[in-house]
């Protein structure tokens, strides 16, 4: 997909590649090879920049080029409830206009469209590009208060459940806070030398950075951070969490386990004797009309001790 606006000082209107103009956002989502290769040829980009951040596993990282300065970083998706991932993002600023290409729709692109047209400014590049990174610092933020909130909830449904279930959540829950990690750190070593940038001479004419912008990679800073910190925090948890449920569900078996082999000794009690007394051979009240009452007697009397006896051992 191929989307290309522009918005400069409220005025949002929606372009194509034909009738491109200077401060043009070009947002490519999933795109195909001839939209590469037009994008690349109108805007002089080099198609390697482009294609970049379509690979899943493309580490955060800046590229610097004469005319272009390519930044890829990462930002969360949530697949549902109990999964989620990052997606690599990759953004272009050349002297006229600010490219940004990924694998999937995401919902930090959502976030500047023509209802929000008040907030952005892509003729602004630099605080265009500071913005978006603070939108999906705040992703992970969001994301991250939803994982607490679900796993607050799996943990009530432990309490009351023996299910593996609720541990394979935690496990989906927990491969996602790895995934948090690494890109929340790598996007911190890429903000980092973003704000180093300003006084590189070489990038001073494709990022200018005022003192708003500054201000506002700072509070990006700020953002990553904490998601750092919390996802840090989150994980040791969930890793405890893991660990006690685990152990509970494994101690709720045994009781269940030590329960049955009560009641299978209690119940071994008559069936011995029915045995014993049931064998073609001489045995006592073999000619009392009472005989079964006898054996029927003696059997629950010692089942009786023998429940007693496993009562007070606590065995069930």
């Not at 003696?298 to 069930?316: D, N, R, T, Y």
Request: some cysteine; overall charge negative; proline content about 3%.
């Amino acid at each position: 997909m191929l989307k290309i606006c522009k918005n400069d000082a409220g005025n949002y209107q929606e372009l194509t590649l034909d009738a491109l103009v200077k401060g043009s956002w070009i947002q490519m989502v999933n795109p195909t090879p001839g939209e590469l290769n037009a994008v690349a040829e109108a805007t002089e980009v080099p198609l390697d920049f482009l294609k970049a951040a379509l690979d899943e596993e493309e580490r955060s990282r800046i590229e610097l080029e004469d005319h272009c300065i390519l930044i890829i970083t990462n930002i969360p998706l949530m697949i549902n409830e109990t999964n989620y991932d990052t997606l690599p993002l990759g953004m272009i600023i050349t002297e006229d206009h600010i490219i940004t290409v990924s694998l999937e729709d995401n919902p930090v692109f959502n976030e500047f469209n023509a209802d929000s047209y008040r907030s952005f400014n892509t003729g602004k590049r630099t605080r265009f590009l500071f913005q978006i990174l603070y939108k999906s610092a705040s992703y992970y933020l969001k994301y991250l208060r939803q994982i607490n909130k679900r796993t607050d909830q799996i943990e009530l449904d432990l309490r009351t459940s023996m299910k593996n279930q609720e541990i394979f959540q935690l496990m989906d829950l927990q491969k996602g806070l790895t995934f948090f990690t690494v890109s929340l750190r790598s996007n911190g070593v890429v903000m980092d030398r973003l704000l180093r940038l300003r006084s590189n001479s070489q990038c001073q004419h494709l990022i200018k950075m005022y003192e708003e912008d500054e201000d506002l990679l700072e509070d990006v800073i700020i953002e990553n951070n904490q998601a750092i910190q919390m996802v840090e925090m989150y994980t040791n948890i969930l890793g405890s969490l893991t660990d006690a449920f685990a152990s509970i569900i494994s101690n709720n078996l045994n009781m269940v386990m030590k329960f049955l082999a009560s009641m299978t000794i209690i119940l071994a009690v008559p069936t011995m004797l029915a045995s014993f007394w049931g064998m073609n051979v001489v045995v006592p009240f073999r000619d009392n009309p009472f005989g079964f009452s006898f054996v029927l007697g003696i059997a629950f009397a010692i089942a009786g001790v023998s429940a007693f006896i496993l009562w007070k051992k606590k065995m069930f």
